[in-house]
């Protein structure tokens, strides 16, 4: 079983940026894809970014050109920078993997983190 640890989250002003990480632990080799996912309350968790071992990045167009997805393979780790954190922005963050090649950067994802919580104060 793979253990996801999400950390970075926080209270920002619009504009600022944040960098959120996510940590897996538990196999002995790196997921094929990790991704950041985002909810609100009353909506559907919707996909925001994902990455393979290559270093392929898949972008959601809201987020284009403002959130960075990286990975260190050597750390299981994949980072989500956040340039310019907007109110609409804020949600709860969640991490996901996929350890094998799925043919989908979609849901669904083998594990999830727990979240952690992203606020652009307007």
């Known amino acids: 079983q793979v253990q996801l640890v999400e950390s970075g989250g926080g209270l920002v002003q619009a504009g600022d940026s944040l960098r959120l990480s996510c940590a897996a632990s538990?196999?002995?080799?790196?997921?094929?894809?990790m991704g950041w996912f985002r909810q609100v309350p009353g909506k559907e968790r919707e996909f925001v970014a994902a990455?393979?071992?290559?270093?392929?990045?898949y972008y959601a167009d809201s987020v284009k050109g403002r959130f960075t997805i990286s990975r260190d393979n050597a750390k299981n780790t994949v980072y989500l920078q956040i340039h310019s954190l907007q109110h609409e922005d804020t949600a709860v963050y969640y991490c996901?993997?996929?350890?094998?090649?799925?043919?989908?950067?979609?849901?669904?994802?083998?594990?999830w983190g727990q979240g952690t919580q992203g606020t652009g104060s307007s």
């Open positions: 996901a993997v996929k350890m094998t090649y799925s043919g989908s950067i979609y849901l669904p994802y083998d594990n």
């Open positions: 990455i393979t071992t290559s270093a392929f990045t």
């Open positions: 538990g196999r002995t080799f790196s997921p094929y894809l």
